[in-house]
């Protein structure tokens, strides 16, 4: 998530900060799993190999085309979670062992399985792209898909979260700071640096010689705007600063944008600029929703555990998505494409399951066990 945030909301007093009620943004949790699932529907229409009915891919294809802008939904809300749920005498290193404890166990065991497949694939492995990914470096080295994407693809974005969480301690003590007109104006210029920054991809690939994807869609300084407005957005709605529309108005255009007019913009559009407007209102409407005890669909315990699991299958997805389509075309089976997904379907969400039971909540547990009684020092995050 993700890119994905891993926290189950709950809203702490920060320093300075209103009094908030204690509650968990469940509507939140259950969004991730519908945010992951359109991410799944784009890697698996646009790679799948295995179907009988491939006339049909094209429409398909064009219906999840705005995927990847998913991406952009977890990284704003990376930033509003660890906002909303950020310990006020927490400490910098402490917070960085608990990310690192969320994150890399399922990194580590995905990358292991991603290196098995490759091999039983016959796909040859690199050294240096694997150290890469690795130590989560990968999404620094420009206009390179075989860094980015090597071994498990989708943890190019966890390249971007690792920037995240090193800059969280730090930003969140400067976005504290403002006033409510110092957050509005982070989010609303966060929002259009991301909007109208694909208009300034020319002049800054033929100052930089770095691709339009790579400078929109890789580059983690890039992306980090969406972590900040994350925050600044959360620290709003905490304090009860934020006024936007609900959450059936903010989610009717999220959907429209993501499944209507981005069709029709140009191509640099559809990695984040196009949505990051409708995403930052959904993710505030949502919060709100919660805190106001008003209806949500995605307070569903089902989908809230869905979500809380969408981590998971966001690292498992794509490595189902290309064993299958290995399995099915060098044995010359053909499934239609309806069945075939929900095969690969069903099969990542059991695996995330696995995942998410037998090594992200044990990795959560053994890395972030105490190791002395003593007080953190007051250096709050």
């Not at 969280?168 to 991301?194: K, Q, S």
């Amino acid at each position: 998530m993700t890119a994905l945030s891993l926290i189950s909301p709950v809203a702490p007093r920060l320093s300075g900060e209103p009094s908030t009620p204690r509650v968990r943004l469940d509507s939140l949790t259950g969004l991730r799993w519908y945010a992951a699932l359109l991410v799944f529907c784009y890697h698996f229409f646009y790679e799948e190999r295995g179907s009988g009915t491939s006339g049909h891919l094209g429409k398909l294809r064009q219906v999840f085309y705005d995927g990847p802008s998913a991406v952009s939904f977890f990284f704003i809300l990376s930033g509003f979670v660890l906002a909303w749920s950020a310990r006020p005498h927490d400490t910098v290193t402490g917070f960085w062992r608990r990310r690192f404890a969320r994150i890399y166990p399922s990194h580590l065991a995905t990358f292991v399985l991603a290196v098995v497949t490759m091999v039983w694939m016959g796909k040859a492995l690199d050294l240096k792209i694997a150290l890469g990914n690795l130590s989560l470096l990968q999404s620094w080295v420009p206009n390179r898909t075989d860094w980015w994407f090597g071994y498990n693809g989708v943890s190019w974005s966890l390249s971007c979260e690792a920037l995240f969480y090193l800059s969280f301690p730090f930003l969140i003590r400067l976005i504290r700071r403002l006033p409510a007109r110092g957050l509005w104006a982070t989010v609303i210029v966060g929002n259009l640096c991301v909007a109208l920054l694909p208009l300034y991809t020319a002049p800054i690939g033929h100052a930089t010689g770095w691709d339009a994807k790579y400078v929109l869609y890789i580059l983690p300084p890039v992306r980090l705007i969406e972590f900040v407005i994350g925050i600044a957005l959360a620290l709003l709605v905490k304090s009860g600063a934020w006024r936007g529309p609900g959450l059936i108005a903010s989610l009717s255009l999220s959907l429209f944008v993501v499944f209507g007019p981005v069709h029709v913009m140009p191509y640099n559009f559809h990695w984040a600029a196009d949505s990051v407007i409708p995403y930052t209102l959904t993710i505030a409407a949502a919060a709100c929703a919660d805190v106001k005890g008003e209806p949500s669909p995605f307070r569903n315990r089902y989908v809230v555990y869905l979500g809380e699991i969408s981590f998971a299958f966001y690292l498992v997805h794509e490595i189902v998505i290309f064993s299958t389509n290995h399995f099915f075309t060098s044995h010359h089976y053909v499934l239609p494409v309806t069945l075939h997904a929900g095969l690969v379907l069903s099969i990542s969400v059991f695996a995330a399951v696995l995942l998410h039971e037998w090594v992200e909540k044990p990795g959560v547990k053994l890395l972030t066990r105490s190791r002395t009684r003593r007080k953190p020092a007051p250096e709050a995050v």
